[in-house]
């Protein structure tokens, strides 16, 4: 019987392990079983990012009979220099901020509060659910009838609960329709991490609050040093997750005030879509997705990094 | 004690690097080949084989029930078959022209005028010149309209899906209690009767308009024109920018908004909400497409029936819209032939001459047709609501409105997707009418340059 020495792992400390047929064959298997996956993924993902990064280095015809012509970097210099550019990266950021601080912490507020015991506990968790289920355009849709200064809930709302003393246009504001683009995301994005830190919850061993609880440790405490401890692995992936659906923001932001009003909603993501469908001008819509998914990348990895350099501290 | 999975784990080596990459570089190599190896299995021959069609036809949603019926009833008459797809309007220029940059053959669709000759330029739309009759249809067309689809160089790249001209409506009665005998014929008449009709607790906010970011571009010119302003000259130089009138008019439009003649959501409604307002008695006057007097009518509020009709000014001009028809880029003569005969009955006449596709939108929704003959023609008088002043109507097509050709030059949707962001700005008082008209200018030289942000 032949057999095939590999390398387990390129750790000089993990020994060799000799593989036989049948492990070979689980591997052929496995190879087998994944390769529908990463075909996919290469055709869906990797073939049209190399084909963006290519197009923002090209002045390419709107009807895309070819490459067109090489420019090098202009299209990066022209965004680069454009003030639009820089004003929509300031609204992005500022919405980002917004969007991954409050759903992070109203989901997380959320699944702690869900993980309580009280009458009605089911069906306030079936509830959680219901914004994420809904698309993300339908949400935006709906947010602007609710904010709506004629006939939209929010006014009512706000006026029964004595914040303001007339109806007002919030989204002919600048200021207040930025504000209620991250409100009306977040309302959806903070349902997507209440149920993963949920399920995270429901792995927190009960002994350990109550050992805790025996010691004299507070809420405050025990929330700090044992829940949120516990869910930091969870953490980590809903506020990566969190980062890069904010930059990637597009379609509440366009259904609720296509950017306006003026630019004040403008985010990255609005003005790709204007410069690669609208305008059609595919170069300088590619160089600016490159530039925006290298934002989120450079977010994501950013996050990654801080939140597991301050776990292991 | 190692669990099973871990000690499985480390007998199975992971997926390597070398053959990952030699599984994703198969796909990638499939995936690039695959679009040329089914393109080469399915063009067999060349583009003058017998042809079989059905046509293929896209247009928005406006009515589709309707685009498919008039299109079944000339299939039924011809013979031939049509395959009629219909997008939703909001978003359609960046859907057709993603349909068309990914290969999609249409042979006729519904186009945005400011994207027509940006069309033909990228070989997505064909050029009418050499179809039988299209000389005869161009020549039956206002001569206001003519500059929307006949290029400065003669070519001929598209024909009426429908036209529309920007008109003033008002409410009479209310006019009548701030005692005011006639609607405003000037921009400055229009600020002094809202201000009139607000002072005198009529209403609020009388003055209302579709000022949303994708619509300020319209009002540009309409507004421009109606000071007697030429936008832009035949080499689309933006020749506003010189014109002392052009600051004046954004002092008046900024002025409609910040002192709040103008409600602040006029940013983001939209017109089925503002004929609304006018049918309600919300508001006094609405500046849009004539054809909105239907839809303020058909809501039956209780100020439906005193809202009337009138020019945006008197002397000078207003904004003629129309959106359009064009061929697809099809080099199949017996293909061109069957679309043609499609295109003429849905933008111009049936086989017995009647503007019978024409008659059936102005039953629908009040739409126009840019032809004299349209507006005497007694199916269409008969099809109109009385409620429309038919003469007038045609008079501000014929004499009292303009197209502005530039608005179907290549560089032109650049430019038009600019223009709310700087008005919006205006309006919001972050910027003078002097910054504005310099914005808009830059705009337009941007977009006829390299383009830009």
């Given amino acids: 019987m032949s057999t095939t020495t590999v390398r387990a792992s390129r750790r000089a400390d993990t020994p060799a392990v000799r593989v036989g047929p049948l492990a070979r064959a689980a591997r052929r298997f496995g190879v087998r079983m994944v390769a529908p996956s990463a075909l996919l993924l290469v055709v869906l993902l990797a073939i049209p990012s190399l084909l963006t990064v290519a197009y923002s280095v090209h002045k390419v015809p709107s009807n895309g009979a070819s490459l067109g012509e090489f420019v090098g970097f202009d299209n990066f210099a022209v965004v680069l220099s454009s003030p639009v550019f820089w004003s929509s990266m300031r609204t992005t950021l500022i919405f980002s901020a917004g969007f991954v601080v409050l759903s992070t912490v109203i989901g997380l507020a959320t699944a702690v509060l869900l993980n309580q015991e009280f009458v009605g506990r089911s069906f306030a968790r079936a509830l959680l659910i219901v914004p994420w289920a809904m698309p993300w355009l339908v949400l935006g849709i709906l947010w602007r009838w609710y904010a709506d200064g004629s006939v939209g809930g929010l006014n009512s709302l706000l006026l029964t609960l004595g914040v303001i003393d007339d109806y007002q246009e919030f989204l002919a504001d600048p200021t207040s329709a930025l504000l209620l683009t991250i409100v009306a995301a977040v309302w959806r994005q903070a349902s997507f991490a209440g149920i993963l830190f949920l399920s995270g919850l429901q792995t927190l061993p009960a002994e350990l609050n109550e050992a805790a609880e025996l010691d004299g440790a507070g809420i405050w405490g025990r929330f700090l040093h044992i829940t949120l401890a516990w869910l930091r692995p969870v953490l980590i992936t809903v506020t990566v997750l969190n980062v890069i659906y904010a930059f990637?923001?597009?379609?509440?932001?366009?259904?609720?005030?296509?950017?306006g009003p003026g630019d004040a909603t403008q985010v990255l993501s609005i003005l790709i879509y204007r410069q690669l469908?609208?305008?059609?001008?595919?170069?300088?819509?590619?160089?600016?997705?490159?530039?925006?998914?290298?934002?989120?990348?450079?977010?994501?990895?950013?996050?990654?990094?801080?939140?597991?350099?301050?776990?292991?501290? | 004690m190692r669990s099973n999975a871990t000690q499985r784990s480390q007998r199975l080596p992971a997926l390597g690097r070398r053959a990952f990459l030699k599984a994703s570089g198969g796909g990638l190599l499939l995936a690039a080949a695959g679009p040329a190896l089914l393109s080469a299995c399915g063009s067999g021959g060349g583009s003058q084989e017998a042809w079989e069609g059905p046509i293929s036809m896209l247009g928005w949603d406006f009515q589709p029930d309707m685009i498919k019926q008039l299109v079944a009833d000339w299939s039924a008459e011809s013979g031939h078959e049509v395959d009629v797809a219909i997008l939703p309007n909001v978003g359609y220029s960046a859907a057709i022209q993603t349909r068309l940059r990914g290969g999609d053959k249409i042979d006729l669709f519904y186009n945005f005028a400011y994207n027509s000759r940006k069309f033909v330029e990228e070989g997505w739309a064909s050029t009418l010149n050499d179809l039988p009759g299209i000389d005869d249809l161009v020549a039956d067309l206002f001569e206001s309209s003519r500059e929307r689809h006949v290029t400065p160089e003669g070519d001929i790249i598209s024909v009426p899906y429908f036209s529309a001209v920007h008109t003033l409506h008002y409410n009479e009665r209310m006019l009548q209690e701030a005692g005011l005998s006639a609607p405003p014929t000037t921009l400055q008449e229009t600020y002094e009767q809202s201000k009139a009709i607000a002072d005198a607790g009529l209403v609020s906010s009388p003055y209302v308009a579709y000022w949303v970011k994708e619509f300020c571009e319209e009002y540009l010119h309409t507004y421009l024109l109606a000071e007697g302003i030429t936008a832009f000259d035949?080499?689309?130089?933006?020749?506003?920018?010189?014109d002392p009138k052009t600051e004046g008019v954004f002092e008046w439009w900024q002025t409609m908004y910040r002192e709040g003649l103008a409600p602040a959501s006029v940013l983001n409604d939209d017109p089925g909400k503002l004929s609304n307002e006018m049918a309600q008695g919300n508001a006094a006057f609405f500046v849009l497409h004539h054809y909105f007097l239907t839809s303020i009518r058909d809501l039956a509020g209780p100020e439906s029936e005193n809202v009337l009709l009138a020019p945006v000014t008197a002397q000078n001009h207003t904004l003629q819209i129309g959106e359009v028809l064009q061929m697809g880029a099809n080099d199949n003569e017996e293909a061109r032939a069957a679309i043609w005969e499609l295109m003429k009955?849905?933008?111009?006449?049936?086989?017995?001459?009647?503007?019978?596709?024409?008659?059936?939108?102005a039953k629908a929704a009040g739409l126009a047709a840019p032809y004299p003959g349209?507006?005497?023609?007694?199916?269409?008088?008969?099809?109109?609501?009385?409620?429309?002043?038919?003469?007038?109507?045609?008079?501000?097509?014929?004499?009292?409105?303009?197209?502005?050709?530039?608005?179907?030059?290549?560089?032109?949707?650049?430019?038009?997707?600019?223009?709310?962001?700087?008005?919006?700005?205006?309006?919001?008082?972050?910027?003078t009418p002097k910054d504005?008209?310099?914005q808009l200018a830059d705009a337009a030289t941007s977009a006829q340059g390299s383009g830009g942000l």
């Fill in chain 1, 248 to 259: 990637l923001q597009f379609d509440v932001i366009f259904a609720m005030t296509q950017g």
């Fill in chain 1, 277 to 313: 469908f609208v305008v059609t001008n595919i170069g300088l819509g590619s160089a600016l997705a490159v530039v925006l998914g290298g934002l989120a990348l450079v977010g994501g990895l950013v996050t990654v990094k801080l939140l597991y350099s301050s776990e292991s501290r």
């Fill in chain 2, 234 to 242: 035949d080499d689309g130089n933006p020749v506003f920018a010189d």
């Fill in chain 2, 345 to 361: 009955y849905y933008g111009w006449k049936d086989g017995e001459g009647r503007y019978s596709v024409f008659t059936e939108w």
């Fill in chain 2, 374 to 431: 349209f507006f005497t023609d007694p199916d269409v008088v008969e099809a109109f609501p009385d409620y429309y002043d038919l003469s007038q109507l045609s008079q501000i097509f014929d004499t009292g409105s303009k197209v502005v050709p530039a608005r179907t030059s290549a560089w032109y949707p650049d430019f038009q997707a600019k223009v709310g962001d700087v008005v919006h700005a205006l309006l919001l008082g972050e910027i």
């Fill in chain 2, 436 to 438: 504005t008209v310099a």
